[in-house]
């Protein structure tokens, strides 16, 4: 099955069904099913993270882990689909993750995995069957 590495918090938002949108400098004709790996890195400094998380648990009613040092990383996390590669999104709330200039990768289907440590690749990425 095919993986992508997303830095957390993103990879988090993405299998919780939060954020419908991968932001990649690159596009694709990859449609369908793949594993969600959470890169090693975390994509925000702590401070910054604090009021985004606070923001995203007063949108969206969810309870975010409270440090970035609380997030999984360094493995498959969930899956999710893509459905679609755009460049510009159609949809309002698709519109709020996207970053212009870059291509969206719109989401759909999320699911949440035990949490399985793995190395991550750039792109789209090979891994042996996920119990």
Request: aromatic share 14%; charged share 25%; net charge negative.
């Amino acid at each position: 099955m095919k993986a992508l590495s997303i830095r957390q918090p993103w990879a988090w938002l993405v299998v919780h069904g939060i954020k419908s949108v991968e932001n990649r400098s690159w596009p694709t004709q990859y449609r369908g099913r793949f594993l969600v790996h959470a890169s090693q890195k975390f994509d925000l400094p702590k401070k910054e993270y604090e009021t985004f998380r606070d923001e995203i648990q007063q949108d969206f009613e969810v309870v975010m882990p409270a440090t970035s040092s609380d997030f999984e990383t360094s493995g498959i996390v969930g899956a999710v689909s893509v459905i679609d590669c755009v460049t510009e999104c159609a949809d309002e709330y698709d519109q709020q993750w996207h970053e212009p200039g870059y291509y969206a990768f719109l989401l759909d289907d999320p699911e949440i995995f035990p949490f399985r440590p793995m190395k991550g690749k750039l792109h789209f990425f090979e891994v042996p069957d996920v119990d």
